[in-house]
Structure formats: C-alpha cells, structure tokens
C-alpha cells in the first residue's frame, strides 16, 4: 500500500535507501485520481519497491527540488539518486515495468 509523505524529512528518508517510487499528485487533478488505484495495486504486488506519494500542493518544496511541472510525474529513486521519470498517466502494465 502505498503511504502519503507529510514532511520534507519523512520523503528525504524514504528515498535514501532501495527503490522508491513517488508519485507526485494533487487532489484536485483528475489524471491523478485516474493513476491512484493503478498505482495503490501495483504497490501490493510488488513488494521489492517502496511506493510513497507526495502531494504537490502540500509539499511543493519538495516538487520544485525535482523540477515536477506537470502532474502525475512519478520519478524512481534508487539509494537517493532518481533513475527514471514518467511524465502523465499510465497503464498498470506500464507501471509494472516501470516499477523494476
């Protein structure tokens, strides 16, 4: 399942070891209501990958350190250091391949 990042240190720890998915969102974006339950069902499935969402509108410190202009940006971090980047919405066999 995945979990909902409040503050800048909760998200600067998450990223800092393994792999993390973010998905940057905001409530009001209907892309991003369409990717949310693609994105909560991908995260049970693969448990190898942690899957955390931040909301640009509450933490918008943290969407401009990684340069998120468009929303849903969902960016893969490895040991802290992003590896990829998927700009807009996604299948659930996108994000599966996506997630590896």
């Known amino acids: 399942m995945a979990k909902i990042l409040n503050t800048v240190d909760e998200f600067n720890t998450q ?3 393994g792999t993390t998915l973010v998905d940057f969102y905001a409530d009001w974006c209907g892309p991003c209501k369409m990717l949310a339950p693609i994105f909560e069902q991908v995260s049970t499935e693969n448990t190898n990958t942690a899957f955390v969402k931040v909301n640009t509108d ?4 943290i969407a401009n ?9 969902i960016i893969k971090f490895e040991n802290g ?3 990829a980047r ?3 919405m996604m299948g659930k066999d996108q994000l599966v391949d996506f997630s590896k």
């Open 58 to 61: 509450e933490l918008g410190e």
């Open 81 to 83: 250091q992003e590896v």
């Open 15 to 17: 990223i800092s070891q």
């Open 65 to 73: 350190k990684y340069e998120v202009r468009s929303i849903p940006t």
């Open 86 to 88: 998927h700009v807009g």
